[in-house]
């Protein structure tokens, strides 16, 4: 069935590196696509999305690539800080009204 | 404007009882979302309304159901529960379809 995964189920980095978590997604016809971050005891946050029609798009310390050749995201944090662990989800949206969720990617930053 | 309430937050049943689970979206927001989280399955997909409508159901039994009021509050309801319900439920939020779900913080479940 359709499905969205991620290639590292943990991510360790030291804090003020940058991390980049990665993401397949298997459904071609998919042209919106979400990053998630869920700390412990809370629900999904909303962190960056971008559209097919992009390849690259940027926020505050974070950076959300798109390659559809390869059906590939990833979301780049500049400077990672404590706060930025959590688990991060990447999430598409075919043509259906339902976003599909990866398994997640757990993110530890070290100090 | 406030963010996606969900009550209860916490929640014990027994098996075969039933749950209801309520919803309030972002003011404004007329779509809204359900989804079951367990360490095993991760994040799946329950249903979606707009407009009082379901418009979409992931694979689940009938035996979880909503429903949507006017005012684009929501419920959701398990009957006969099983062990294996036990979950954090996450209802989200969007203006409309193809738009960002914003999530609130989720009912734990645990069913006995």
């Known amino acids: 069935g359709e499905s969205v995964g991620l290639h590292l189920p943990t991510l360790s980095v030291q804090e003020g590196d940058n991390s980049i978590i990665n993401c397949a997604y298997s459904?071609?016809?998919?042209?919106?696509f979400i990053w998630y971050k869920q700390e412990s005891g809370k629900g999904p946050q909303f962190i960056i999305d971008i559209r097919s029609n992009m390849d690259k798009r940027q926020g505050q310390r974070v950076t959300v690539l798109l390659n559809k050749t390869v059906k590939h995201l990833s979301l780049q944090i500049a400077a990672t800080q404590p706060g930025d662990s959590a688990v991060y989800f990447c999430a598409e949206i075919p043509s259906s009204y339902k976003l599909i969720f990866g398994s997640g990617t757990r993110l530890l930053v070290r100090p | 404007k406030a963010g996606v309430t969900q009550t209860p937050r916490y929640l014990i049943k027994t098996r075969g009882q039933q749950v209801t689970l309520s919803c309030s979206p972002i003011s404004g927001h007329r779509s809204v979302s359900w989804y079951q989280q367990t360490p095993g399955q991760g994040l799946q997909f329950l249903f979606e309304?707009?407009?009082?409508?379901?418009?979409n159901k992931g694979n689940f039994p009938g035996r979880f159901s909503g429903r949507q009021f006017s005012n684009s509050r929501s419920e959701m309801n398990v009957s006969t529960l099983e062990l294996g319900d036990s979950a954090l439920y996450l209802c989200?939020?969007?203006?409309?379809?193809?738009?960002?779900?914003?999530f609130g913080p989720g009912t734990r479940l645990l069913v006995l």
């Open positions: 989200a939020s969007s203006p409309d379809t193809q738009e960002t779900q914003y």
């Open positions: 309304y707009f407009s009082e409508t379901q418009r």
């Open positions: 459904n071609s016809a998919s042209d919106y």
